[in-house]
Nanobody, 126 residues
Framework: QVQLQESGPGLVKPSQTLSLACTVS??????????WSWIRQPPGKGLEWMGT???????YYSPSLKSRTSIFRDTSKNQFTLQLSSVTPEDTAVYYC??????????????????WGQGTQVTVSS
């Protein structure tokens, strides 16, 4: 059974860089033909796809966040990490990591991802 677990600070100050890790158990992040994504949900709003890293290591980012987003992986820890720079209070959200079996650019339909983390609340405030 594949499990994903997000970890990182729950509170970040404006202008800082948010860094969240997603640790995967029950499967390898380098197994072919899986895609590992970050998705967030601001309070009172819908899900927003942020970016994806493929098992090849290729990355794909939301155009609206591309200038501030980086996703990379640590295969020794079987985890992938989201970094979001220059955060503002508008980046306050529950952040999820998820896996899919196909590349889902911009897609937030939950059923299309076969595994999700439980989500972690991140608040941007001074």
């Amino acid at each position: 059974q594949v499990q994903l677990q997000e970890s990182g600070p729950g509170l970040v100050k404006p202008s800082q860089t948010l860094s969240l890790a997603c640790t995967v158990s029950g499967g390898s992040i380098t197994t072919n033909y899986y895609y590992w994504s970050w998705i967030r949900q601001p309070p009172g709003k819908g899900l927003e796809w942020m970016g994806t890293i493929a098992t090849s290591g290729s990355t794909y980012y939301s155009p609206s966040l591309k200038s501030r987003t980086s996703i990379f992986r640590d295969t020794s820890k079987n985890q992938f990490t989201l970094q979001l720079s220059s955060v503002t209070p508008e980046d306050t959200a529950v952040y999820y990591c998820a896996r899919s079996t196909e590349l889902l650019l911009g897609v937030t339909e939950a059923a299309l991802y076969d595994y999700w983390g439980q989500g972690t609340q991140v608040t941007v405030s001074s």
